[in-house]
């Protein structure tokens, strides 16, 4: 089963996950989150970004490469896991589980999320204190993990409460504390070297708050269909199974919270759901095993009816993503051509994410690395692929639409920090669709703007149009 999430690792950054490495990118280059590039997210999260791209030598191919890996070893975490509360049986069906979950989810919403590469760290501290008695070391190394989690968003701190029933609230508590403080004092530590605490703080604690209520969603599961759909029912079995068994308590909890927190940020997007799958796939193991257990001699061909199920109605997605993995690796497929099979928000048809790589090829080839390309808020994406630096740090979802405290201080800072850096290349989407399907021409964000506007006319002249909704301006000095 861990096959299937192979197509994982050469799926094209576009959404969030351009936003994400493109702040990863930024932070080799020496710049600071929150305060040279901005996100809502805490800092472990893009720290994950800038690791997996230093380990590829700064190449687009590291990110995914990584959450592969993640994916893996949260699936290795929940074997573990459900083993100990059912047998080697319920163990494979939990993790398989999950696996098609998640591969199912990855291909059809948007990938490299918080919430998924989250469930390692969440998962992995579970599984250090199944086993009694827990060891000094284990229990510091579940706090630094889950304190890591608190650090990728700050929301994952409640996990601590299952954790606790779970190892104990006596000196595995305290050691479980110490190693979590060190995560998030080494954080904290970053930030105010980098100058950037007080936003970061603001951000996080004041900001994040408030974002949560202004964008909070209406309930509905989007996108998830087909095995997605039987996954999810047979998770709800395994949540409300666990309420049954008082050694299951933990992961009941445990799954509890990550509903409740999906219920409190939105339900829009499918991926907020997956640390809840990965805790109800263990309460589903312990349900299968109970299935079973009367019927040995049947395991393998109940394992085998529930991976017919589950895969069988993404049979077709599933071929047609290891075919293009073979096309590429035997080169009868350009990686261009390859991510033009998937679309983005951006433009009428809508672009595809080749066609945003191809802008962003053609862009670096006519900027220098000290040059600004200023997307408006169109794409991370183009910047990210193009190696160059926007000239503002609010790039995508925009704090700048959100009113709180620092408002108007943080929409002067955006256009002044425009005009100051004048941008060699201002990259417009006349069309952008947003997920709630409301949509804007990035150039009111020029024109609406008494800065700005007389700026772009003053400074720069039309340039080319790209994709049929992608307008490219430059700076008239430029030539």
């Known amino acids: 089963m861990l096959v299937l999430v192979l197509p994982v690792a050469i799926r094209p950054m576009r959404g969030d996950a351009g936003l994400y490495s493109y702040l990863g990118q930024r932070m080799l280059h020496g710049d600071a989150l929150f305060k040279d590039m901005w996100d809502l997210k805490p800092p472990a999260f893009p720290a994950l970004f800038a690791f997996s791209l230093a380990m590829f030598n700064g190449h687009p191919i590291g990110p995914p490469l990584f959450e592969m890996v993640l994916v893996w070893f949260g699936a290795l975490g929940i074997f573990r896991v459900s083993e100990h509360f059912s047998s080697r049986f319920g163990a494979w069906i939990s993790a398989t589980l999950y696996i098609v979950i998640y591969a199912g989810l990855e291909m059809q919403t948007w990938n490299l999320q918080a919430e998924s590469l989250a469930v390692p760290f969440l998962i992995w501290p579970f599984a250090l204190v199944i086993q009694k008695p827990i060891s000094a070391w284990r229990a510091l190394l579940s706090g630094a993990m889950l304190g890591y989690a608190a650090c990728m968003k700050t929301s994952l701190i409640a996990f601590v409460i299952p954790w606790a029933m779970m190892a104990g609230i006596g000196t595995q508590l305290i050691l479980a504390a110490l190693g979590g403080a060190a995560v998030i004092g080494s954080f904290a530590w970053y930030l105010a070297a980098k100058g950037s605490w007080e936003e970061a703080s603001y951000t996080l604690f004041v900001f994040g708050p408030i974002f949560a209520r202004a964008r909070h969603l209406p309930f509905q599961f ?128 809508p672009v595809s994410a080749g066609e945003l790589i191809q802008l962003a090829n053609r862009i670096k080839a006519a900027t220098s690395p000290d040059d600004y390309v200023w997307t408006v808020r169109c794409s991370p994406t183009v910047a990210f692929w193009a190696e160059r630096k926007e000239p503002v740090r609010f790039i995508y979802y925009d704090p700048v639409m959100i009113n709180h405290p620092r408002l108007l201080d943080w929409r002067r800072e955006y256009e002044e920090q425009v005009i100051a850096r004048r941008p060699k290349l201002i990259v417009v989407c006349r069309q952008i669709t947003q997920p709630d399907g409301e949509i804007f021409d990035r150039m009111q964000d020029i024109k609406l703007s008494d800065n700005l506007e007389p700026f772009f006319k003053q400074n720069y002249v039309f340039d080319y149009v790209w994709a049929d909704s992608i307008e490219v301006y430059k700076l008239k000095s430029s030539g």
């Not at 759901?273 to 001699?297: D, Q, Y």
């Not at 073979?326 to 433009?347: C, H, M, P, R, W």
């Open 222 to 349: 989007a996108g998830v269909a087909g095995g997605l759909v039987i996954a999810t029912v047979l998770n709800i079995a395994g949540g409300i199974f666990s309420f049954t068994r008082k050694p299951l308590l933990p992961i009941c909890v445990a799954s509890v919270i990550a509903a409740a927190l999906v219920l409190y940020q939105s339900t829009f997007y499918p991926y907020h759901w997956i640390i809840c799958h990965a805790f109800t796939s263990i309460a589903f193991g312990r349900l299968a095993m109970e299935f079973v257990k009367n019927e040995p001699k049947r395991v393998p061909l109940w394992a085998a009816a529930f991976g017919f199920v589950l895969l069988i109605p993404k049979t077709g997605m599933f071929a047609a993503r290891f075919s293009e993995m073979i096309q590429l690796a035997a080169g009868t497929l350009s990686y261009e051509k390859y991510a033009d099979k998937f679309k983005t928000n951006v433009g009428k048809r």
